[in-house]
């Protein structure tokens, strides 16, 4: 049974920093690409940041570049969103998202940036 399980969400000010986990089980993690998206009400989910199988090489939206950091833990079938300096417009659901030959989608993780 395939499972992306996000944690990590949450309410922070803004400024903040908040590190999202998505554990994965049901097929082999090392072989998939690797990416989180976010989708804020009444708006189209959007990619925020993706990491390779491979290489490990990362891109990231132009919105959160230099503030979010991408990582994966091969060995704990695990990838990591580590936000910093969080604005209000970073509000959204997070989804992790895995791809290879199938995709599979986490069922997300709210993160609200507000004062």
């Known amino acids: 049974q395939v499972q992306l399980v996000e944690s990590g969400g949450g309410l922070v000010q803004p400024g903040g920093s908040l590190r999202l986990s998505c554990a994965a089980s049901?097929?082999?993690?090392?072989?998939?690409?690797m990416r989180w998206y976010r989708q804020a009400p009444r708006k189209e989910r959007e990619l925020v940041a993706g990491?390779?199988?491979?290489?490990?090489?990362?891109n990231y939206a132009d919105s959160v570049k230099g503030r979010f950091t991408i990582s994966r833990d091969n060995a704990k079938n695990t990838v990591y969103l580590q936000m910093n300096s969080l604005k209000p417009e970073d509000t959204a659901v997070y989804y992790c998202?895995?791809?290879?030959?199938?995709?599979?989608w986490g069922q997300g993780t709210q993160v609200t940036v507000s004062s």
């Open positions: 998202n895995a791809r290879f030959d199938i995709v599979y």
């Open positions: 049901g097929f082999t993690f090392s072989r998939y690409a």
């Open positions: 990491i390779s199988s491979a290489s490990g090489s990362t």
